[in-house]
């Protein structure tokens, strides 16, 4: 319906508790995150054990597409300078 509105794409990312656990403690919310991820276009999973946990649900995972999560450690290291700030690394 959104994308309808909008017209534009409905791109959902899951993460963990929301479709491995929530749906599972309450029956509303197991229809409504089923019926979100239904009506969604795309739907990034940030593991393949999401997409498991997704097709379980009866979506189609033919719109999944997992992209982890990450960080490039070439660029990000905030740790290390804060260690070396504090005299703790040298």
Same mark, same amino acid.
């Not at 019926?35 to 739907?43: F, M, Q, R, S």
């Given at each position: 319906?959104?994308?309808? #509105?909008?017209?534009?794409? @409905? ?7 929301? @479709? ?22 795309? #739907? ?28 490039? #450690?070439?660029?990000?290291?905030? #740790? ?11």
């Amino acid at each position: 319906m959104f994308s309808k #509105i909008t017209r534009r794409p @409905v791109i959902i990312t899951t993460h963990g508790g929301d @479709v491995k656990t929530y749906p599972r403690e309450r029956k509303i919310w197991k229809l409504l995150t089923v019926l979100a991820l239904l009506k969604a276009d795309k #739907i990034v999973a940030v593991s393949n054990d999401l997409k498991k946990a997704i097709r379980e649900l009866g979506v189609d995972v033919e719109k999944v597409e997992v992209i982890p999560n990450g960080v490039d #450690i070439t660029l990000f290291h905030p #740790i290390a300078n804060w260690l070396l700030q504090e005299g703790i690394w040298s």
